[in-house]
Every structure is written in structure tokens, then in C-alpha cells.
């Protein structure tokens, strides 16, 4: 059974700072992809920050210089660390990993999600 949680997020103020952990538990190996997305009421969730398979990195443009994920992949972990952020930020957000259940059978599974507020 694969398990995904996160961890941080909480309410900090215009321009400081909030650290995002997620780890993914279970039989699934090694240098799996992993990613950050999040959702905003009445929104789709959107790719935030992603690590794929061989440690490639990319980020949505939103939030590119303000972000930096990165990740263990021997503990099946990823962390986000978001910095000068603003009220657009505000979201929840969702750690996403990517298992190959079976050969040639890739599925998504997610996290509960953990809620980020911006506000002064």
C-alpha cells in the first residue's frame, strides 16, 4: 500500500518564508517521480515544482527564483522550499509521486494535502 504525507505549510506573512516536506512509504523503490501542486478554490490543481525520474527538476514559471525543491531519493522524499511569497500563493497544496505498480504500469497517488496561507 502506498502511503504519501506531507508535512509544513501554515499561515506566514507577505515576502517570508514556508518549508514543504512529503514523504512516500510502501514497496515502491527508488528515483520515483515526485512533485509539488497546488489548488486554490474553484481551480484545478497545478504543478508546482516536480523532480522526475534521473533528478530532473522543473518548475512552474509563477514561481521560478522564489522556490526550490529538492529530494532524497532513498527515503522517497521531497521538500519544497518557498520563499518571498505572496498572497497568489495561497493555495493547498498536494504532494503527487508517480509508481510503477506493475511493469509498464505507471499510477499517481497523492497526498491529503496541506494548506499554505499568505496574509497580513
Known amino acids: 500500500q502506498v502511503q504519501v504525507v506531507e508535512s509544513g505549510g501554515g499561515l506566514v506573512q507577505p515576502g517570508g518564508s514556508l518549508n514543504l516536506s512529503c514523504v512516500a512509504s510502501?514497496?515502491?523503490?527508488?528515483?520515483?517521480?515526485m512533485g509539488w501542486y497546488r489548488r486554490t478554490p474553484g481551480s484545478r490543481r497545478d504543478m508546482v515544482a516536480e523532480v522526475l525520474k534521473g533528478g530532473f527538476i522543473r518548475y512552474a514559471d509563477s514561481v521560478k527564483g522564489r522556490f526550490t525543491i529538492s529530494r532524497n531519493v532513498r527515503k522517497n522524499a521531497i521538500h519544497l522550499q518557498m520563499t518571498n511569497l505572496n498572497p497568489g500563493d495561497t493555495a493547498d497544496y498536494y504532494c503527487k509521486v508517480w509508481i510503477e505498480t506493475s511493469p509498464g504500469r505507471v499510477e499517481a497517488f497523492w497526498g491529503q494535502g496541506t494548506q499554505v496561507t499568505v496574509s497580513s
Open positions: 510502501g514497496d515502491i523503490g527508488e528515483d520515483n517521480r
